[in-house]
């Protein structure tokens, strides 16, 4: 009997695999689809990372010594320096190129190839972009950050950058969709919204609000989105005294700010914390509780007839 002769292993690189290159969620999601087309053929292969990207992973130094017999580049513009150094240094693989864009057909980025399948090049029909067909994952939750600057009037009470810090290295751990927000408007920002409203149309489609301001918890609440608060002034100040008007129980005082007291009300804000966030809408809405204004017109009217 023959022994069964084994497929050369395939080596997957784009522009996520370069140092100095960039790991784009469209790259990526381009990745999964060739994976997944390779696995079901039974096919095996490695990945090459950016080590900036993935520091653990496998990246090209190491990849150069391995016995690749082919090389794939995934996604992307075929031009540059990189790309040609990647022909010089894995000249003794089959290098295939697919769902890339071919700008000039006779670089010597593009000739490099045995083998280019584009998803557009001059004279030729476009293709579907590879990340159309990659495989479907879970959605993650939406989360809004908002997170305070100065407050300098609360002098050596002031923890605002021990908070913003841990709050940020936590999150940075959790796997979810993270949106930098600020309540400060702007008309001449195009980072910032322009009027309440938007803002407001924003927090509604979130899942969840990581804050440690005053108006990031009520106008989450108002929107009727969870929100997990950090009060970021020693021994608590407004963020916990509009929590407790607000009835609102998802706040970790500065002092005990820690990882699992984080992750235990991230897990409250995400399941029970969405009912109890509506609710706490529907009161705002219809008018519940006191707030001062009505107290201002008591107050005018009494001075006026005084």
Do not use: N
């Not at 990340?131 to 923890?159: D, F, K, T």
């Amino acid at each position: 009997m023959h022994q069964e002769q084994r497929q050369p292993r395939i080596l997957l690189t784009g522009w996520f695999s370069f140092p100095d290159g960039e790991a784009t969620a469209g790259d990526v999601l381009a990745l999964h689809r060739v994976e997944e087309v390779l696995r079901r053929a039974g096919l095996e292969y490695d990945v090459a990372w950016s080590p900036r990207f993935r520091p653990e992973a496998l990246h090209l130094d190491a990849a150069a010594h391995e016995p690749y017999g082919w090389l794939v580049f995934v996604c992307g513009p075929l031009y540059g320096p990189q790309i040609e150094e990647l022909h010089r240094r894995f000249a003794h693989c089959v290098r295939i190129a697919v769902g890339v864009s071919v700008i000039d057909p006779g670089s010597a980025a593009v000739t490099g190839f045995d083998h280019v399948i584009a998803r557009d090049a001059p004279g030729a029909g476009p293709a579907l972009d590879l990340a159309a067909h990659a495989p479907a994952s879970p959605p993650r939750p939406v989360v809004g950050v908002l997170l305070a600057q100065g407050q300098y009037e609360y002098g050596q009470a002031r923890r605002h950058d021990v908070v913003a810090k841990e709050v940020a290295g936590w999150l940075h751990g959790k796997d979810c969709a993270r949106l930098e927000l600020e309540t400060r408007l702007g008309t001449h920002d195009r980072r910032l919204c322009a009027t309440p409203a938007q803002l407001h149309s924003v927090l509604v489609r979130l899942d969840l609000v990581v804050t440690d301001r005053l108006h990031g918890l009520v106008l989450a609440l108002r929107a009727g989105t969870p929100a997990l608060a950090v009060d970021p002034v020693e021994d608590g100040a407004k963020v916990t005294a509009q929590a407790r008007a607000c009835d609102w129980p998802a706040l970790v005082p500065a002092e005990r700010l820690d990882a699992a007291e984080l992750d235990r009300w991230w897990q409250w804000c995400l399941t029970s914390g969405r009912v109890a966030a509506r609710r706490i809408r529907d009161a705002f809405a219809g008018g519940t509780g006191r707030d001062g204004a009505e107290d201002l017109v008591t107050v005018l009217r009494q001075g006026r007839a005084g």
